[in-house]
């Protein structure tokens, strides 16, 4: 039996400890995983609509995708199945970012990671609810905003170096195979080969996009146009009016289905640490 010594009960920062080590907050934050694979083969479906000229009404972004997981069979369980499990994941990112034992950096990461997740998790629930989101045009209207502001230009560009350095990011993580720290695959072999290979394509792949992303913005910041920004969806429309852009983007189209598998097979072999080092088993008996 533990016993408490630190008074009437746990201090705050002891109760998040606990909470960050329930099993069901873990179970639960892997339907998170498992939604944000299952929206990365929505994405990669989409993708390949658009370079085989089968879909190029469709927007290819995340509202687009959750919007034809709503219309699919048992779409509505599905989405509100996604908006618990981001909310899960949101909520473990953030005990990593605030509790965890890793560097400034790695808790940047995590808290980053929990304003994507929350995002994801606003944007599922609205398409759940009937709305629409406006996809690329939500990007060239934010753009608009900032463009506005003072130091407007500056603004715009600070965000593109941001998208640029997390596009940079991937590519690099996916080459250096960085992220199979994060697996607990020790004794499987086979599984942690397979998740090697799609992780590396995954990771790279998606990367190519976000620098693409951060291209246009740069390029809006540069010419103050805000019709120069543009979302994923904008990034495909760039590629497909290049030369080579059926077989760019159905390198990328294939590159984030490998990434959604790869990311089913995270939700079961990641290694979640939200806590870090606990100073609370000091203080039980």
Same mark, same amino acid.
Request: glycine share 16%.
């Given at each position: 039996?533990?016993?408490?010594?630190?008074? @009437? !009960?746990?201090? +705050? &920062?002891?109760?998040?400890?606990?909470?960050?080590?329930?099993?069901?907050?873990?179970?639960?934050?892997?339907?998170?995983?498992?939604?944000?694979?299952?929206?990365?083969?929505?994405?990669?479906?989409?993708?390949?609509?658009?370079?085989?000229?089968?879909?190029?009404?469709?927007?290819?972004?995340? /509202?687009?995708?959750?919007?034809?997981?709503? @219309?699919?069979?048992?779409?509505? =369980?599905?989405?509100?199945?996604?908006?618990? /499990?981001?909310?899960?994941?949101?909520?473990?990112?953030?005990?990593?970012?605030?509790?965890?034992?890793?560097?400034?950096?790695?808790?940047? %990461?995590?808290?980053? #990671?929990?304003?994507? =997740?929350?995002?994801?998790?606003?944007?599922?629930? %609205?398409?759940?609810?009937? &709305?629409?989101?406006?996809?690329?045009?939500?990007?060239?209207?934010?753009?608009?905003?900032?463009?506005?502001? +003072?130091?407007?230009?500056?603004?715009?560009?600070?965000?593109?170096?941001? $998208?640029?350095?997390?596009? $940079?990011?991937?590519?690099?993580?996916?080459?250096?195979?960085?992220?199979? #720290?994060?697996?607990?695959?020790?004794? *499987? +072999?086979?599984?942690?080969?397979?998740?090697?290979?799609?992780?590396? $394509?995954? *990771?790279?792949?998606?990367?190519?996009?976000?620098?693409?992303?951060?291209?246009?913005?740069?390029?809006?910041?540069?010419?103050?146009?805000? !019709?120069?920004? &543009?979302?994923? @969806?904008?990034?495909?429309?760039?590629?497909? @009016?290049?030369?080579?852009?059926?077989?760019?983007?159905?390198?990328?189209?294939?590159?984030?289905?490998?990434?959604?598998?790869?990311?089913?097979?995270?939700?079961?072999?990641?290694?979640?640490?939200?806590?870090?080092?606990?100073?609370?088993?000091?203080?039980?008996?």
């Amino acid at each position: 039996m533990t016993a408490w010594t630190s008074g @009437d !009960g746990p201090t +705050p &920062g002891e109760a998040a400890r606990a909470l960050a080590d329930h099993p069901w907050l873990d179970r639960v934050a892997r339907l998170g995983i498992i939604a944000s694979g299952l929206l990365h083969l929505v994405l990669g479906w989409l993708a390949a609509r658009v370079a085989l000229g089968t879909g190029n009404e469709e927007a290819v972004d995340h /509202g687009s995708a959750l919007a034809v997981i709503r @219309d699919g069979p048992f779409g509505q =369980y599905l989405l509100w199945a996604c908006v618990i /499990g981001f909310g899960a994941l949101a909520l473990v990112r953030l005990l990593e970012g605030t509790l965890g034992g890793t560097s400034l950096a790695a808790r940047g %990461r995590s808290l980053s #990671k929990a304003g994507l =997740y929350v995002v994801l998790g606003v944007m599922a629930v %609205r398409v759940a609810l009937g &709305g629409r989101l406006e996809g690329e045009g939500a990007a060239t209207n934010f753009t608009e905003s900032l463009l506005s502001a +003072p130091w407007g230009r500056a603004l715009v560009g600070l965000l593109a170096g941001i $998208i640029l350095g997390v596009g $940079i990011y991937h590519v690099h993580k996916g080459f250096a195979r960085r992220f199979t #720290k994060d697996l607990r695959v020790a004794g *499987y +072999p086979l599984v942690g080969q397979g998740m090697t290979v799609l992780g590396t $394509i995954g *990771y790279v792949t998606k990367g190519v996009a976000l620098i693409v992303v951060g291209g246009l913005f740069t390029l809006a910041a540069w010419s103050g146009d805000a !019709g120069e920004a &543009g979302g994923l @969806d904008g990034a495909i429309d760039a590629l497909s @009016d290049t030369g080579t852009g059926t077989s760019l983007l159905l390198v990328i189209s294939v590159g984030l289905v490998l990434y959604g598998i790869y990311t089913f097979a995270r939700a079961r072999y990641e290694r979640f640490s939200p806590a870090g080092p606990s100073p609370v088993a000091e203080r039980t008996t």
